[in-house]
C-alpha cells in the first residue's frame, strides 16, 4: 500500500502542514545531534534538519518515497525498513527521533514505540505529530455518517486516531517522561494535529 501511495502522488507535491511541522522538528533538534526521521517520506524535512547542521538519518519503508528523498541532494543518510521487522540501528544510535504523521499508519503501534524507544539513547528526546481526533472531529463523525465513512475507510491508510489525552497516555506507558502534546491548526475545539515531544525514561 505504501509504495502504490507514493507512486500517486505528483512529483513535488507539498505535504499538508509542511511548514507548520518542519518548525517543530526545527526547534526540537540542535547541531551535531543524530537525528533519525523514521517514515521520513520525500524527505522535506530531513533535508531541514541536515541544513541545520544535524547529522540525519531518513528512514522509511517505502523505496518511492526513499527515492524521492535521495533526489534532494541533502548530507541525509538513507535506510530502507522492512514493515514489521527490527529497525538496523544498534541501541541508543540517536540523540532525536523524529516521526511526522508516521504513527497513525503503523499496524503494531507496541512494537513501533519499542523499536523507537529501543533505538533512542537514554535521556534522548522524541517529537511526533499525528492528526488529532478532537471533541468536534468525534462529535462531526457522530451527526455525520458520511464525514465517518470518510474518517474511518475500512481500507484507508490511517490505522489508529489519536487525541491529546490518549497520545499523551500512550506515550507515558513507553517509558517517556515530560511528554508534551499540544494541538494546533484548524480553529479551537477542531485542531487538525497534534504536535508531541517527550523523553526517553534513563532506567
Not at 541508543?92 to 512494537?111: C, K, L, P
Not at 488529532?132 to 470518510?150: C, E, K, Y
Not at 502534546?181 to 515531544?197: F, W
Amino acid at each position: 500500500m505504501h509504495e502504490e501511495i507514493w507512486r500517486s502522488l505528483p512529483p513535488g507535491a507539498v505535504a499538508p502542514d509542511l511548514e507548520r511541522r518542519a518548525r517543530f522538528a526545527l526547534s526540537l533538534v540542535r547541531p551535531g545531534e543524530r537525528v533519525l526521521d523514521v517514515g521520513c517520506g520525500d524527505g522535506a524535512i530531513a533535508a531541514r534538519l541536515a541544513a541545520a547542521g544535524a547529522l540525519v538519518t531518513g528512514a522509511d519503508v517505502a523505496g518511492e518515497a526513499l527515492r524521492r528523498a535521495g533526489g534532494r541532494g541533502a548530507a541525509v543518510e538513507l535506510v530502507r525498513l522492512e514493515e514489521g521487522e527490527p529497525w538496523p540501528f544498534a541501541d541508543g544510535a540517536f540523540d532525536v527521533v523524529w516521526a511526522s504523521e508516521v504513527i497513525e499508519h503503523v499496524a503494531d503501534t507496541a512494537a513501533w514505540l519499542s523499536e523507537l524507544r529501543r533505538a533512542l539513547a537514554p535521556g534522548g528526546r522524541i517529537g511526533l505529530t499525528t492528526p488529532d481526533t478532537g471533541p468536534l472531529t468525534l462529535a462531526a463523525m457522530a451527526l455525520s455518517p458520511g464525514f465517518a465513512a470518510r474518517r474511518l475507510d475500512p481500507v484507508g491508510d490511517h490505522l489508529h486516531f489519536y487525541n491529546a489525552r490518549s497520545l499523551r497516555a500512550l506515550l507515558a506507558d513507553f517509558g517517556f517522561e515530560r511528554v508534551d502534546v499540544r494541538r494546533a491548526g484548524g480553529v479551537p475545539g477542531a485542531r487538525t494535529t497534534l504536535l508531541a515531544s517527550a523523553v526517553r525514561r534513563r532506567f
